[in-house]
T-cell receptor, first 118, second 111 residues
Framework: GAVVSQHPSRVICKSGTSVKIECRSLDFQATTMFWYRQFPKQSLMLMAT?????????EQGVEKDKFLINHASLTLSTLTVTSAHPEDSSFYICSALKLAGGNQETQYFGPGTRLLVL | GENVEQHPSTLSVQEGDSAVIKCTYSDSASNYFPWYKQELGKRPQLIIDIRSNVGEKKDQRIAVTLNKTAKHFSLHITETQPEDSAVYFC??????????FGTGTSLTVIP
């Protein structure tokens, strides 16, 4: 199988604090993980690509100093929302890329983290 | 960058009928096209995917077609059932690189 976990599932924090979200691939190694943001009833918006051992690649319009990504091992990527504000409230979903034979890959999603900034 | 468009945004069908969702993409370098089903409050689940070296793929009641020339691909669900009700997303990716998602289709299957 291919299981991706995410922690925490829900977090409520005060404005100005930082929040760290963890994404783990439990039964496979993932060189590449992705971080998405999803607003209610909307699509997934790619925020950044997280590559193990190197700097993340951010999509246009995503502040890298605001959303810090660290991919320290082949099974863990973290997203830290720094100095969170109410407009950062959202559903954050990570995914991990599992490579199969023939250089083919499949993306598996974590269960998501709902962030509410008061 | 890649731009993926998806239609329709909402779709209602009678149980047993077929449902078709269409997506177009802009980047000819994209070569992998997965489809995801997302139920309310849950993670997206891969239901079928297709790579650019084939034109059609089928898995029981679900099929996907790809037209590389026209840069569009479609999801076909036959003999729909109430449990097929969910939001469906298409995506496009160049192998190993970023995935770009369509805007989603909310499918309702009416019993």
């Amino acid at each position: 199988g291919a299981v991706v976990s995410q922690h925490p599932s829900r977090v409520i924090c005060k404005s100005g604090t930082s929040v760290k979200i963890e994404c783990r691939s439990l039964d496979f190694q993932a060189t590449t993980m992705f971080w998405y943001r999803q607003f209610p009833k909307q699509s997934l918006m790619l925020m950044a690509t997280s590559n193990e051992g190197s700097k993340a690649t951010y999509e246009q319009g995503v502040e890298k100093d605001k959303f810090l990504i660290n991919h320290a091992s082949l099974t863990l990527s973290t997203l830290t929302v720094t100095s969170a504000h109410p407009e950062d409230s959202s559903f954050y979903i990570c995914s991990a890329l599992k490579l199969a034979g023939g250089n083919q890959e499949t993306q598996y999603f974590g269960p998501g983290t709902r962030l509410l900034v008061l | 960058g890649e731009n993926v468009e998806q239609h329709p945004s909402t779709l209602s069908v009678q149980e047993g009928d077929s449902a078709v969702i269409k997506c177009t993409y802009s980047d000819s370098a994209s070569n992998y096209f997965p489809w995801y089903k997302q139920e309310l409050g849950k993670r997206p689940q891969l239901i079928i995917d297709i790579r650019s070296n084939v034109g059609e793929k089928k898995d029981q009641r679900i099929a996907v077609t790809l037209n590389k020339t026209a840069k569009h691909f479609s999801l076909h669900i036959t003999e729909t059932q109430p449990e097929d009700s969910a939001v469906y997303f298409c995506a496009a990716s160049e192998t190993g690189n970023q995935f770009y998602f369509g805007t989603g289709t909310s499918l309702t299957v009416i019993p």
